[in-house]
């Protein structure tokens, strides 16, 4: 069993920038961010391999956001820049225990979930 603990979510104005982190109890392989606004299902934001070497993005975020992650201390990390209103969400992480070649986008292939964190982007 593995827990994840999200942290950094916030308030910012448009053009802001957030930083949310992610430790996990356990050894994970990948480990991934997904997002939900309000009346919308739960998106794919971004996602890493273990070691970094892969990496995955929404069209919606790329070239905004980054992934990153120090396997050492088990945390993931989703540096957010240029944010904008429509990326007001409720931010989860997730970490899928099985190997793959590219991180997982589909969320039914993470075996774990954290609480969630609220990202607000006020226009």
């Known amino acids: 069993q593995v827990q994840l603990v999200e942290s950094g979510g916030g308030l910012v104005q448009a053009g802001g920038s957030l930083r949310l982190s992610c430790v996990a109890s356990?050894?994970?392989?990948?480990m991934g961010w997904f997002r939900q606004a309000p009346g919308r299902e739960r998106e794919f934001v971004a996602a890493?391999?273990?070691?970094?070497?892969?990496?995955s993005y929404a069209d919606s975020v790329k070239g905004r956001f980054t992934i990153s992650r120090d396997d050492a201390e088990n945390t993931v990390f989703l540096q957010m820049n240029s944010l904008k209103p429509e990326d007001t969400a409720v931010y989860y992480c997730?970490?899928?225990?099985?190997?793959?070649?590219?991180?997982?986008?589909?969320?039914?292939?993470?075996?774990?979930w954290g609480q969630g964190t609220q990202v607000t982007v006020s226009s």
């Open positions: 997730a970490a899928d225990t099985s190997i793959r070649t590219i991180p997982a986008r589909v969320s039914a292939l993470y075996n774990y």
């Open positions: 356990g050894r994970t392989f990948s």
């Open positions: 890493i391999r273990r070691s970094g070497t892969v990496t």
